[in-house]
């Protein structure tokens, strides 16, 4: 669906531990660096890595990052859950329309390919 490992991390350190939801994100951090970086050294070792489109996306991040943590930490934990909520919601909703699209194009294309063969 678009969402990883960390996304269910924070889920269930919230909703079923009642972990905070700052503690939560923060925990996921933790756990998503190190994974990270052995990706990146890995990508990098086998030239996977495009760096006229890594080093805007990797500076939009670094940016991306220190903004949206200055901001989560003066935000409510309730707003911040809903917040959440609304995000993972929003990113399985765009999911489920690409699978859906695709599926529709792939029943399409094998369709004309039988009215081809007959």
Known sequence: MGMGGGTILILLLSIFMGVDQHIAQATNLVFFIPTAIGAIVMGIKNKNVQWKLAIPIILAGIIGAVISSSISTHINVQLLR?????????????????????????????????????
């Not at 909703?93 to 599926?103: F, G």
């Open 82 to 118: 809903k917040l959440f909520g609304t995000f993972l919601l929003v990113i399985a909703s765009y999911e489920i329309v690409s699978w859906y699209k695709m599926y529709i194009k792939e029943k399409n294309r094998h369709t004309k390919k039988e009215n081809k063969i007959k």
